[in-house]
Every structure is written in C-alpha cells, then in structure tokens.
C-alpha cells in the first residue's frame, strides 16, 4: 500500500506540529506522523495517577514564542494562559524565605540592598534590549553563509542593524557577556545569594553545565531570545490543562488547515530516491517506511526528531563520512529528571501557608549548590543537595487534580542518563526520595499527602519520547552547537543530508519548548526566506 | 638542610644588600636623569623590556623601570638556594615569537635553548605514556595503548597545526574594534577575515569548535587512551581558572600550540641558564638599541596632565618626564593603581573592576641531591634501544586522566587547593647541568590548581599544605624524591602577587577565557594597547594576545606608540 502527500513530517511533538500547521497554512498536503499513541512528545500533559495530570516536562508554556502563538492562533483553538507566578528562593531549612520574585516584570517583592536592586533593574533592562535585539535572529531562517545573493545580504545586515540600535557600549557590553559563565555575571553585580541562584538556575534550565561554566550565560540570552525576549528573571508561565494545551491547540491548527495527524505510526525509514538533479551524486527523500511496512511518498521529508536519531537511524541514503562523524559527535546529555506526586491534600508550607505554594519554588538554587549539582553529574552520578524547582500546578488550574486534591510537579536539576535499566531504577528512587525528604521539610506533612509518585529520567525521556542521550533539547546550547553550528556546523538552514528537513529542537531556533524550529523549517520549505 | 634563602619574598624594597654587582644588568648606576624621555615603560617583564628595544630600535629614547633586583618579571633565574638556580616562576619558551628573536638578535646576546624530549605521563595502572618529539616514535608508543588513537595522533596534530596557522596571523594583528564601522577597522576586520577563509569551510568548523568547545570534549573525539586525553586537555587549563571540561578550555590548548620554535609548531625548549637568560638576553639587546633599563626603582603612579600621561611619579617622590607611559602591568594594576580613580569615569573603572584576573597556578621548585626514579619506569615497555634518561629529558605531566584534572578543579572552584593537583614537571639540568653543582639536579612543577581565593586559611599559612600536596603525589610517582629534596621552594599565587606584581597571582595577567580575547582584551573598545589617558598605553600579557613569553604584546603596543607619535 502506498500514499503520497506534500510533506510527511516525522513526529508530533510540538515542533512537527508547528511546522505542519505553518505548511498546511500555505496550502501544503501534510500527513505527520507520530510513533506514540498520543501527539506532544515531551510537551504532552500526562495523567500520571487516574484523575491527576500535569505536564510531561516543561514547567510552563510562556517560553512558546509569541509568534507562533498569534500566528497559529492558538487562543481561538482553546489556549488559556494564566498569571506567571511568583518566583520564590527558599532556603534549604524550609523556614528562610530567601527572596520572592516577580518573575514578570523584574521587581521583587523581597527587599534587595540598594545596590542589588539598582543593578538589577540596570542590567533587567539590557539583557530585555539585548534579547530583543536578538529575537529576530532566532525566529527566522539563518542567511546563508557566504551570502548567496542580494536577499541574503540584506537578511545578515538587518540582523546586524538590529544588534547595532544598541549602540556602542552596549555592544561591547554585549560581546563580553555573551560567552561569560552566568555565575560570573551574576556575582560581580549582585549580593543576594537568592538573586544570583534564581537567574542561575533559569539560565541552567535542561543544562548539564554548571554556572561556572562559560557560556551558560549565552544560554539564558538564547532561551529568553527563542522565547520572544525578556530580561534576567522569567518565571514559568502556567496554561490550563498544562503543557498538553498548547499541543491541543497546535493540532486543532494543523485539522483547521487540512493537515492528517496519524497516531502510532512509527518510522522505521527514510528512503532515497533516484539521484535528482538538483542535488547531483546524492539521493533525495522521497519517501518513508512506516514500521507495518508501509510506504508514503512525499515531495519532502521533514523530521522533528532529534537530528541524530534522524540521520544515523532512518535516514536510508549515503552520508559523507565526516558527516556522519559530526552527527555522531551532537552532545545531547540527559540531566534533568521530572517528579510528579498526586497528593490528598496541599500541606502548609514552614513559615508561610498555603500560599507558598503559588508560583515556582526553587530549591537548592545557591550557586555552590547547582554547581555541585553539576558536579556529580558530570562523573555520573547525582546530588541530593542540587537545585529543585517545584511547582504547584493545581493550585492555579484546578482541573489537573480532582476536587481538592492536588498535583505537585518538581523539575530535578542535573540527574545523570544511566543506560542500564536497573541502575537507572536505583537513580529514580534516589531521586524520588531526596525530592520527598526536602518537600517534608519545607512542608510537613507532605510525604503523608502523597496517593502516588512518577519519574521520568533521562533514560526514561529516551525510552519515552525517543531523545538520543535522553537530552530534552535535542542538541545541547553549547557555543558550538549554536546558531551557524546547530546541529552540525553548515546545517543551520535545516537541510540535511539527501533534502531531508530538520524541524526539532536540534536546529536553529530550538532547545527549550518555543516552536521556533518548526516554524523556521517551514520558512525553508516554502522557500520564503 | 640549610637554611632557605629569604630573600625572594622579603619585600623587594628591603633587601639591596642582596644585590649582586657581579649581574650584568645592575652595572653603571648612574643617577637618573632629570632629561625627558620619549617614552617611559613601567615594569621589566619581557613584554616591558621587548616593547622598550623596539621602540628604541625606532630611534626613540626610552627608560624602564623596574620595581625589583633584576629585570625579567615572571621570566627570571634566581638561586633560592646556594649553587642551585631556579627559573622562579616561567620555565620553559615555546611562545616567543619567532620574529621577535630574529629582529632583537636575541642569540646574539645570549639566548639558546635547549630541546626538550618529549612528555612523560605516568598512568594510573604502573604503566606510562610517552610523546616523543620524533613523529614515528610517538606513533609506535601510543600504537602499544590504542592502535586507534596512534593513528588518529597524526591528523590531529596536522588539525592542530593548520589550526595554529590559521590563527597565527591575528598574533600579531592589532585586534579592531568589534563595534567600529571606521575604515580603518574594517581593513583589519578584512584582514583577520581573510586569513581565516583561506582554510576551507571544514577548516573553519573546525576552528569555531576549537574556539568554543571544553578541552575534554575536543579530545574526546579523537582518542580512547585516558593518559593521552588527560595529558592533551591539560594544555587546556594551563594558567585558567577553568577545568577540562569547561567550555572554552579548548581555545587555551590551541594557545599553548601556537608556540614555535626555529620555524616548528608545537616545539619548545629550556633556556640555556633558565628563563633569566632570555630576559637578559631582551634586556641587553635593547641596551643595545639605546634604551635605558633601571632596577630598584619603583613607581609609584603615572603623571597625568590636562588628562595626559606625561610622566611617572615615584616612590620616593621623584618625577620623570616623558613623551608617553607604557605600562606592561596587568590592568588591574595598571588603572588601579598607577592611574587611580581620578582620571577615569566610572563605567571603565566598573569594566576594570569586573576584568577576570584569578590567580589558579603556583610553583614548586625543588633542589634535588639526585635524579627521582619513577616506578613507570622501571620496566621500559617501548623500544629497547632509548635508554631510561631520555624518558625524564622532556616534560613530565602528571594528568594520567581527564577526571584528575576535572577533580583537581572542583577543589579550586570551592576555594581549596587541589590535594591531587595537575603538574608539568621539568627537571632544566638534564639539559643544562650548569644549574646545579654536579651531580644534582633542580625540579621546576607548575602545579595547578592553587586558588588566590582560599575559602579557608591564609596563604602564608597554607604554603607548606601546597608543598605536601606536591611533594605526596610526586611521592606516588617517583617514592625517592623525599630522600632527594635539598630545598624546596613553594611560590604561592600570593607570592606571584607579592614578589612578582601578578594581581591575583594569574600568570597571564587575565584570564584567557572568551570574552577577554581578542578585540575584548583587556576591555571591549581597549583592545588596540590605548588606554582612555591619553600617551598611555598597555603593553603586558593583559592585551592581545596574551599571556605566555610570547613578546606578541609587547611588540604590537611597541608599533601603536611608534604609530601615534610619529
């Protein structure tokens, strides 16, 4: 049996269907394809205990870029957005209340020395004009290097104007800051601990790094400029019905514009065609093979999985050697492991109430913690005094939770990708049990509460959602794994090998939960940039 | 045991009794001139003292002072301890610019180096490692660990190599401005540019991965054999405060590659009479060109007129008068102390402020009564034909992994030095026995990592736990040495600070991490050796191209000066 359609897109997560609700849009046949029996990849709401849901991962929905969002119109396919809440650094006693910030529009509710609070509106504001300055070099195509034609010179200079309305001190402000440690950038102007932790710990957000790593602070000014921009602090913004909102909404887009979402229809294989002649001495995709052995033939192929997996695993066409050395060579290291409790009842927190529990709290977000956090990590093993954000969802959404029962959601900071099944097993109960002690801690009474406990780790992303090396980003923000280098160096205009295009969180304009990739690779295709 | 000489860290200010009439470069003490000079140059490091012979092999009248006895900076001999001299702090030359040597005639005043062997890294498991600086010995050695990694040794070395060659040319490029559109600037922008395209695209990949990736992950690509990974990632972290695994750290081995010697990457040597000699050397050739070099004269601030630099002031309140200051002190030094606050607005003083300077090096230097015997050694698993000497005649790195370097920098991060610290270890008088009286032998470890910053303790007090540090893991190696040590000098980062006048104890005055290289280094928009006085100018190891005895900005700022007032 055999079909063919425009575009065959690999994989529902939420980048695929970005990318095939943009094409359907343009008029394009789309037929995307979803091994799981559910679309959403990482970015699904789980039902994790019957009548409990939250989302998979991702913390919050307000990094989708703003583009996608409008343009897709996700709001008239149901997306609700809620308030960001606060964001709160507590102390490990659970009693300190270190600082409360609000995450949204830089001022904290906490007081600050004077000098923290001047240098952070101070440098708030410049990282926001930085981000946004360079929020249009994430959310469309990258000019081609050397530039092809007229077009393509105007692209780069425009992205050049753009950084250049900072003018010179800024600039050079910004030249310096890019390839900095965050740490670095946050000690030589802060004095709150609790300040310096919580840009830390969201600039480290699915990074294996520490903050003393340099670089990491190009991580946060390229998850801030994915996101749409904004400044130091960004605190999770929640949806209702969590992650999983935001891929309902893309998929009621992609049906709106005539696109077919197939469910449990695995690929298995990327077929080459004939030599065409565009692409002289090497084949083109032309078609895929579903695992039961059917054939669809498409006029392209287009894959939101993570570019390793789609090269070196269903890609069926000849790959020069030294590119297949370079996909190999993608660092995409697993380090965050997500808990989740169904809990009977939300216990008071120390010092506080139940309102401590609105917002995200972050744990353990002291520099020297994350960073030893970090430590462990990178000879494989996991700290149980590393960085928590924990999260309350059914506080602000009540329908994750039956009436008066809630869900409490903990992103767990640098947790090691352990290959083997049962060493992976020992590191989840590791996990689950330091997350339960410092909860209890922080709320007694909590570990009473608990009806029942989920984990995903790294191994477990792999296993679930296909993530070689169970990285959530696809290819880690790593300077070299970034904008003319993602995923490999020479294939930022998301063509691969034998036309093959990449639309995951692997190229350009991914890593993180924004769907700038998807939308980008559908620019390619379309041929309008 | 005899008594240590104290000396070298008594304050240099109290101790001219210690003078040596018989040192060359403390002749003729004339009293200084009230004559104006063109220039003055602030400090006789060798970037001082190179920056001084060319401008003065221009015709200019030029005068440097140095605050200490002896000229050289951290590129001396001294003998710590009777009959046996030790290169303090730098000890080997593989970064000097070949160019300089030629221009300066530097062998013609003295300078000779002796090769060095190869490197020696002891493993884990009893066995060792061994480069050789013949190509087809190393390939037969590392073919006995992994026939892999023998093959994959030669391309690499040819990547790094075009990779060096590639980046070469911005050594001696003035860096631009990143933020300037003046013509000026974009000639040097086409300049760089053009350098770099002339490598393929696959080259330039390369070289953004070089300049961006972490050490351990750059050789993770290529090799299997831990003590090779280990042993070419220290290169790595050499002077940073950064660990093999910290992104960036690759950019700093393509650093330590770049050296050259006679015309050959990556070959290097010890100075016939240790680093001093090369300083003398530059010294006395810049003598030569008419410069004026002074020791024991010490500076105390650089005059500044109607925002110009038109002079120093000295410690004892004397004023020189000069056409323009050339500082070779780090910039801390340079704009905190010589300058201070009152002819500098805020936001520079915030940009100096926040420059990265962290000291993560120390020295030992080790008197031996005899040459330490290496359990790895003792079967010789190579050839038969290279006796056991050759091993120990190059450079011994005690990096038997990726992850000992790793967790010798989780202590620094927390303030600790590291009990298992990452060392180079030369012994200088297997190649030049005039160090030491016959039959013994002096031990130069660069050992890393020694944090400036110690979380707990004071480093006075800490100099003795550093030795035993160091003297507990070349025990490990080579059990003899404790019946060996004669002497042992342990040079902190605080005695670099004080002794040496390094801030922070960094070795290359400033960090080499991305956003100090290049047209950021010191500062973005201060890269070109100008400072915002003008007749000021930066010509030390904390300007393009950094750190090192490379000469590289001592020579560069040397053109700017020559540019400007001609």
Known sequence: MSSRVDVVVIGGGHNGLACAAYLARAGRRVLVLEARDRLGGTAETVEFHPGFRCSAVWPGVGTLHPRVHSELALDSHGLRLLPTGPLTVMGEDGQQLSAQLQADGGSVVTPLSESDARELIKTDDFVRRLTEALEPVMSRPLAPLPPRGVGDVFALLAAGLQLKRLGTEEMRAALRLTPMCIADVVEERFSSPALRGAIAASALRASHLGPRAPGTALSLLHQRAAGGGGGLLRGPRPAIGGTGAVVDALAAACIEHGAELRTQARVDGILVGPTSSDAPGEGSATAIRLESGEEISAGVVVSALDPRTTLLELFEGDIAPELRRSFGEIRSRGCSAHVRFALSELPDMRGSDRAGWSGTLLLGAEIDAIEGGADAHKYGSFSAEGCLEVQAPSVADPSLAPDGRHVVSVWVHHVPYRDDEAADARLQEEVVSSATTRLERLAPGFSDGVLATDILTPRAIKETYGLAGGGLLHADLALDQLLYMRPVPGMFRHFGPGGVVLCGGGTHGGGGFNGLPGRNAAHVVLGGA | ?566
């Open chain 2, 1 to 566: 045991m005899l008594p240590p000489r104290k000396r070298l860290f008594r304050c240099p200010q109290g101790c001219p009794s210690s003078r040596d009439v018989s040192d060359p470069l403390l002749l003729s003490p004339v009293p200084l001139v009230t004559r104006k000079y063109d220039a003055i140059i602030v400090g006789g490091g060798h970037n001082g003292l190179i920056c001084a012979a060319y401008l003065a092999r221009a015709g200019r009248s030029v005068l440097v002072l140095e605050r200490r006895h002896l000229v050289g900076g951290a590129a001396v001999t001294e003998e710590v301890y009777p009959g046996f001299k030790f290169s303090v702090c730098s000890y080997v030359v593989s970064l000097l610019r070949p160019e300089i040597i030629s221009d300066l005639d530097l062998p013609k005043f003295g300078l000779e180096l002796l090769p060095l062997n190869g490197t020696l890294t002891p493993m884990a498991e009893g066995d060792y490692l061994m480069r050789w600086h013949d190509a087809a010995e190393t390939h037969r050695e590392l073919h006995r660990h992994s026939p892999l990694d023998a093959d994959a040794y030669g391309e690499f070395g040819r990547t790094l190599y075009h990779m060096a060659k590639a980046v070469r040319p911005m050594m001696s490029t003035i860096p631009p401005d990143a933020t300037s559109a003046s013509p000026l600037n974009l000639a040097r922008h086409a300049r760089v540019g053009r350098s770099f395209m002339r490598e393929g695209a696959g080259q330039l990949n390369e070289l953004a991965k070089l300049m961006t990736m972490s050490s351990a992950d750059y050789v993770d690509r290529w090799f299997e054999t831990e003590a090779l990974k280990g042993t070419l990632a220290s290169s790595g972290i050499i002077g940073t405060f950064l660990g093999p695994r910290s992104p960036g750290s690759a950019y700093v081995m393509l650093h330590h590659y770049m050296g050259e010697l006679d015309g050959q990457f990556r070959a290097w040597g010890l100075p016939r009479g240790g680093m001093g000699s090369v300083s003398e050397a530059i010294a006395s050739s810049a003598r030569g060109f008419g410069a004026e070099i002074r020791t024991e004269v010490s500076v105390d601030r650089v005059l500044v007129r109607s925002g110009r630099a038109v002079g120093v002031v000295l410690e004892n309140g004397d004023e020189l008068q000069a056409g323009c200051v050339v500082s070779s002190l780090d910039p801390r030094r340079t704009f905190g102390s010589l300058v201070g606050p009152d002819h500098l607005d805020e936001d520079f003083l915030e940009q100096v402020a926040r420059y990265k300077i962290r000291g993560s090096s120390a020295k030992v230097n080790l008197a031996l009564d005899g040459l330490p015997e290496f359990t790895c050694l003792e079967r010789l698993r190579g050839p038969g034909h290279i006796p056991r000497l050759e091993y120990l005649r190059g450079a011994i790195s005690v990096s038997p992994s990726v992850d000992y370097l790793e967790r010798a920098y989780d202590d620094a991060k927390y303030g600790r030095y590291s009990r298992r610290p990452y060392m180079d270890v030369v012994i200088p008088t297997l190649a030049d026995p005039s160090m030491a009286p016959p039959g013994k032998h002096v031990m130069s470890c660069f050992v890393q990592y020694a944090p400036y910053d110690l979380r707990e303790g004071h480093w006075d007090d800490c100099r003795d736990g550093l030795g035993d540090a160091v003297l507990d893991t070349l025990a490990e190696l080579a059990p003899n040495i404790r019946e060996l040590v004669l002497h042992r000098q342990v040079v902190t980062p605080l005695d670099l600070e004080r002794t040496f006048g390094l801030t922070e104890g960094n070795i290359f005055h400033g960090e080499l991490t991305l956003e100090q290289l290049f047209f950021l280094r010191p500062l973005a928009g201060w890269a070109d050796y100008r400072t915002p006085v003008a007749g000021l100018y930066m010509c030390g190891s904390g300007t393009h191209p950094g750190g090192g005895v490379m000469g590289a900005p001592g020579k560069l700022a040397a053109e700017v000066v020559l540019g400007d007032v001609s």
